[in-house]
């Protein structure tokens, strides 16, 4: 069947309700009467294919219904003086250097990657890259940030087991990323039981394109040609956006079926052959075929330009040849790219179509006007205005902020520190990402300055940031790091995102850089429910208040609500992807101890807080009070280590697992150990000096030679000189009574293997 009508203007509210279930459209009933009413003024039913692009264009992951009103008022107006382009089209672009600049985007692909882990994440990848491509420039970095559920546990009320989704989103981020060339360089990885059916998969990519040749996700002019080059149009995907826009409750036949199928055979000669174009400078508009569809894609890009569109679906290379018109044009089917270019280069974008491989689609013409019809086998399947179609209603949720009471628990401090140092290394979110980063080449292209690890031969350990050299002639280069701090923003949405941010900004600083850019992906629950809602309001005024202190812009961004199953919220997790300059990639700072006898130093004020922090989460402790970190202290570190970085051997941030695990991994590098006194840290317990994870705190060693020009360049800021390097032990002391006395291999080995089991 090619079309039919369906009889909307004469449905009551029970009628419109079940049809929007009946059909998986996920609108609400204000939304379908919406619907109701335009068709009841145009004197008309729609026909199915109609109805099934208004729900895509107005559903949560495309329109942004719930968060478009607090995204604007408190991220707006971020820019810089070199920012290009930002929150404008598919990805945010900023300048890198006068002739060059990187583009970058981050994307979640969570409720996918619970249905079919391997495959969910797999076209995540290949959706992100495509984001980036589709702006014209070369992909040269990926990034994934990931939120897997207890996958030590085997009692768990999941779909899936954690264990099975952990090693299928891996699987698929592996070989997706290695098969198209383009380096995994950063990320995280980050447990907790709340992810146990609804894992978060976070990915980001960052590419490199002329200014000269920087396109648009907006049609050029009337007249244009629309494209569409790339893979097979087929009906896996279908209403992917509604699905993503829908809490988790089952996996059912429509749910698997919303699940994209990626190839990234396909992907790496579509990314090849659009940029060739660009190159010849015939490609006037580009938009990625990702979430929505043509649907999507085709309208949001002529509607961007001020046109209409007449479009026909006849010339679009099917796997299924039985699909009716609605199902082609909603179809997410992956590596399609929308391409618009001028009439005489219509055989030119279609000869290197060709050369390729790759199928090619004559879609229709860019129109003046702001209606969009699309025709399929002589019949007219759509004949909308463009302008009711693209704009969904917008949302002013009410929210309520968290009561956030001023109290700590205090856990108790363990009766052996050398028994709970060999089993806390080895936990989940503090032991070695070896067995998940070493899948992921890191180092295809041969521009990884400093890849997700650094140290000696077989002695290597986490990298803050990673640094990426983009051009052959430059040694200009870019830093790269991606996060988030759940455990401390489900305390307190406001504090905890600055911490995140902190974070992300003291991983450059620690490497060498400055920090240059920001893009996020906010992952939360139920933006229905006003607590969540709260959660999502406070994170998103934290990020404009932390940018606007920093002059960071933040150019692009993704929401993703509904992240829940069975009325179980997933930890609201802000995931923060900063990209930093470094003018010359020779002077990057890695994190492992260079030497012996050299001077370690903490920098910053001590938090002397457990809340959030792994120690009170393993004592079964998960309230507590978040201070705000010290922004202008934070400044002040990045102004200091800036000037001061030639003579600093290594650094590292204090975060996850406090500043026993910072140390550690700094010794785990090199194989050096270290002999510390925590007395002059600040007056608390020694648990908590050695576990607080929050604060703005960063370890730094210091040769011996330069200690009288640090201390004096850094005699405005909190520094205490906390002991030396050397040997092969880890030894603490405070006050003259020994805690930790341990070799280094003995808790590198612990480290090493915490995730053995797991992947």
């Known amino acids: 069947m090619i079309y039919r009508h369906i009889k909307i203007r004469d449905m009551n509210d029970d009628d419109l309700i079940n049809m929007s279930k009946r059909h998986g459209l996920s609108l609400s009933l204000d939304e379908m009467k919406a619907v109701r009413d335009y068709f009841i003024k145009?004197?008309?039913?729609?026909i199915d294919a109609e109805i099934h692009a208004i729900a895509q264009s107005w559903s949560e992951h495309c329109s942004y219904k719930s968060s478009k009103f607090y995204l604007k008022k408190y991220l707006t107006n971020l820019k810089t003086d070199y920012t290009i382009l930002a929150m404008e089209d598919?990805?945010?672009?900023?300048?890198?250097?006068?002739?060059?600049?990187?583009?970058?985007?981050?994307?979640?692909?969570?409720?996918?990657?619970?249905?079919?882990?391997?495959g969910g994440a797999a076209t995540g990848i290949g959706g992100i890259v495509r984001d980036v491509v589709?702006?014209?420039?070369?992909?040269?970095?990926?990034?994934?940030?990931?939120?897997?559920?207890?996958?030590?546990?085997?009692?768990?009320?999941?779909?899936?087991?954690?264990?099975?989704?952990?090693?299928?989103?891996?699987?698929?981020?592996?070989?997706?990323?290695?098969?198209?060339?383009?380096?995994?360089?950063?990320?995280?990885?980050?447990?907790?039981?709340?992810?146990?059916?609804?894992?978060?998969?976070?990915?980001?990519?960052?590419g490199i394109v002329r200014k000269d040749r920087i396109v648009r996700s907006k049609s050029y002019k009337a007249g244009d040609k629309l494209l569409l080059v790339g893979g097979k149009t087929g009906r896996d995907g279908i209403h992917g956006v509604n699905f993503a826009s829908a809490t988790l409750t089952r996996i059912s036949k429509s749910s698997r079926n919303a699940i994209q199928l990626g190839n990234p055979i396909v992907e790496h000669p579509m990314m090849r052959a659009v940029l060739e174009a660009n190159e010849l400078g015939i490609i006037k508009a580009m938009k990625d075929l990702g979430g929505g569809g043509l649907s999507s894609a085709a309208t949001e890009m002529v509607f961007a330009g001020g046109f209409g569109a007449e479009i026909s679906l006849d010339d679009i290379k099917l796997k299924d040849t039985d699909m009716s018109g609605w199902e082609i044009w909603i179809s997410e089917s992956q590596e399609r790219m929308l391409v618009e270019v001028l009439p005489e280069d219509v055989e030119k974008m279609k000869e290197i179509a060709e050369k390729w491989s790759l199928d090619f689609s004559i879609l229709g013409t860019v129109v003046e006007g702001k209606k969009i019809t699309v025709r399929y086998k002589n019949k007219k399947i759509i004949d909308m205005d463009i302008e009711f179609l693209d704009k969904a209603p917008v949302y002013q949720r009410p929210f309520e902020r968290k009561n956030i009471e001023k109290k700590v628990s205090i856990p108790s401090e363990p009766e052996d520190l050398n028994d709970f140092a060999l089993n806390f290394v080895s936990r989940l979110n503090n032991s070695a990402r070896f067995n998940v980063v070493r899948q992921y080449d890191h180092t295809v292209r041969g521009s990884t300055i400093v890849g997700p690890f650094s140290g000696r031969p077989n002695l290597e350990t986490h990298s803050d940031a990673t640094v990426i050299k983009p051009l052959e002639d430059s040694m200009r280069g870019l830093l790269i790091t991606s996060g988030s701090r759940p455990n401390f923003v489900s305390i307190d949405p406001y504090n905890g995102t600055l911490e995140t941010l902190s974070e992300a900004v003291r991983n450059i600083v620690s490497t060498g850089g400055k920090p240059n850019s920001v893009v996020d992906a906010l992952n939360f629950g139920n933006p229905e429910r006003q607590d969540i809602m709260g959660q999502f309001v406070e994170s998103v005024r934290a990020i404009g208040d932390f940018c606007r202190k920093f002059s960071l812009p933040v150019v692009a961004g993704n929401v993703s609500f509904y992240n829940e199953f069975r009325n179980k919220d997933i930890m609201p997790t802000p995931t923060i992807m900063m990209v930093g300059i470094i003018d010359d990639v020779t002077k990057a700072r890695t994190t492992y101890f260079k030497k012996n006898k050299s001077q370690i130093y903490l920098v910053g004020t001590p938090c002397d807080?457990?809340?959030?922090?792994?120690?009170?989460?393993?004592?079964?402790?998960?309230?507590?009070?978040?201070?705000?970190?010290?922004?202008?202290?934070?400044?002040?570190?990045?102004?200091?280590?800036?000037?001061?970085?030639?003579?600093?051997?290594?650094?590292?941030?204090?975060?996850?697992?406090?500043?026993?695990?910072?140390?550690?991994?700094?010794?785990?590098?090199?194989?050096?150990?270290?002999?510390?006194?925590?007395?002059?840290?600040?007056?608390?317990?020694?648990?908590?000096?050695?576990?607080?994870?929050?604060?703005?705190?960063?370890?730094?060693?210091?040769?011996?030679?330069?200690?009288?020009?640090?201390?004096?360049?850094?005699?405005?800021?909190?520094?205490?000189?906390?002991?030396?390097?050397?040997?092969?032990?880890?030894i603490i002391d405070e006050y003259g009574m020994n805690l930790v006395d341990l070799p280094v291999q003995d808790l590198r080995e612990r480290w090493e293997h915490g995730l053995d089991a797991y992947i």
């Open 42 to 46: 145009e004197g008309r039913d729609p």
């Open 90 to 118: 598919d990805a945010g672009v900023v300048e890198f250097d006068k002739d060059y600049a990187y583009v970058l985007k981050m994307e979640s692909h969570n409720h996918p990657s619970a249905v079919e882990p391997y």
């Open 134 to 206: 589709c702006m014209g420039a070369q992909p040269i970095a990926l990034v994934d940030s990931l939120f897997m559920g207890d996958v030590a546990s085997q009692k768990y009320d999941a779909l899936l087991s954690p264990r099975y989704i952990f090693q299928g989103v891996v699987g698929g981020i592996r070989d997706y990323g290695n098969r198209i060339g383009v380096p995994n360089v950063a990320g995280s990885v980050y447990f907790d039981q709340s992810y146990n059916s609804n894992p978060l998969v976070n990915a980001g990519c960052i």
């Open 609 to 730: 807080n457990l809340s959030g922090s792994e120690y009170a989460r393993m004592n079964n402790i998960f309230d507590g009070f978040l201070p705000a970190p010290n922004l202008s202290e934070l400044q002040l570190e990045i102004e200091k280590i800036g000037k001061f970085s030639p003579y600093i051997l290594s650094a590292h941030d204090v975060s996850d697992g406090g500043l026993f695990m910072a140390l550690a991994e700094m010794s785990f590098g090199s194989g050096i150990g270290f002999n510390i006194d925590l007395g002059n840290v600040s007056a608390s317990r020694s648990s908590v000096k050695l576990f607080s994870e929050c604060g703005n705190q960063i370890v730094l060693e210091i040769d011996p030679i330069h200690e009288e020009e640090f201390t004096a360049e850094f005699k405005d800021l909190k520094i205490v000189r906390i002991g030396e390097t050397g040997g092969d032990r880890i």
